[in-house]
């Protein structure tokens, strides 16, 4: 199944969230959230869907929703310590990492951390470079912030945190400087 949640259409900022069955090939509308957001970060962990940060057309925002598929229903859990939109999102060691975005003021570098188990946030290492609109992935054990944009200039720069050490590092650099991409991982055999 693919589930979207919230986003823009142009004109408003939505609460909806839909879900795709390939299956028979049919979307399907699911519950609201409690809040209309875009530019937020959507993940899964332990079969729930989180939705983190985002915009709401006035206000950059910390609030955190959780959708359990089995009820339908969203339920709000502690939120981040900062506002962020445009932050990068991945699932490590059962924890999501919530990457750099953007606050309404600054462009971040900060980290925090998400215990799925204990609904508490904690911060790490700061990347080493503010990143908006940034990419987030893991691979190996390590998560990696890809690109984005520091408020100047749009990055070509890749980061790697290696959570054993508590420390981020330059790893390589793209051909081409971007913000907003898509990233994944497709596993090695």
């Not at 879900?19 to 399907?28: A, E, G, K, L």
């Not at 939705?51 to 950059?60: A, E, T």
């Not at 188990?117 to 691979?139: H, I, K």
């Amino acid at each position: 199944m693919i589930y979207v949640a919230g986003g823009f259409d142009g004109s408003r900022r939505h609460t909806s969230m839909e879900r795709y069955d390939p299956n028979i090939d049919q979307w399907s509308m699911l519950g609201d959230m409690q809040t209309a957001r875009e530019g937020a970060g959507l993940v899964v962990a332990s079969g729930l869907i989180y939705c983190l940060g985002g915009y709401d057309g006035l206000n950059i925002l910390n609030s955190v929703e959780r959708y359990d598929p089995h009820t339908g229903h969203w339920t709000s859990v502690t939120p981040m310590a900062t506002k962020r939109s445009g932050a990068g999102v991945a699932l490590l060691n059962d924890h999501i990492y919530v990457v750099g975005g953007f606050d309404g003021v600054s462009h971040l570098d900060s980290v925090e951390v998400y215990n799925i188990r204990t609904d508490y946030w904690t911060t790490v290492a700061s990347m080493t470079t503010p990143r908006c609109y940034v990419g987030a992935t893991v691979l190996r054990g390590r998560l990696y912030a890809i690109a984005g944009y520091d408020g100047n200039s749009l990055l070509s720069s890749i980061e790697c945190y290696d959570p054993v050490i508590d420390s981020w590092e330059v790893v390589t650099s793209m051909a081409t400087q971007r913000c907003d991409a898509g990233v994944c991982v497709l596993r090695e055999k």
